[in-house]
């Protein structure tokens, strides 16, 4: 079976950075997406970043573009994200996820038990 253990989560002084990891294993697939939607208190869960196990290509949301990095070691089929300048509007609960046999994460097939990130001001 899938499983998505992430790790890295924590609490943050805002414009201090943390590492997300995400470690996948149990698929089969070749090819898949992999990355990390978030979800806080009284708002609508948001995509945050995914990167392509096929050719690396990443995709970051609006809200974290510039600040947010993310990228994967094929060998061990974990991704990481590296977030700096964290703000107090970062904080949520991220939760890893894969998408099989797709360069994105639209729609994931799989999900992680999430870590919370707190940001404060």
């Known amino acids: 079976e899938v499983q998505l253990v992430e790790s890295g989560g924590g609490l943050v002084q805002a414009g201090g950075s943390l590492r997300l990891s995400c470690a996948a294993s149990?698929?089969?697939?070749?090819?898949?997406?992999i990355g990390w939607f978030r979800q806080a208190p009284g708002k609508e869960r948001e995509g945050v970043a995914c990167i392509s196990s096929s050719d690396g290509s990443p995709y970051y949301g609006d809200s974290v573009k510039g600040r947010f990095t993310i990228s994967i070691d094929n060998v061990i089929h974990t991704a990481y994200l590296q977030m700096d300048s964290l703000k107090p509007e970062d904080t949520a609960a991220y939760y890893c996820?894969?998408?099989?046999?797709?360069?994105?994460?639209?729609?994931?097939?799989?999900w992680g038990q999430g870590t919370q990130v707190t940001v404060s001001s």
């Open positions: 149990g698929f089969t697939f070749d090819h898949y997406g």
């Open positions: 996820v894969q998408r099989a046999y797709s360069p994105t994460c639209l729609n994931p097939d799989y």
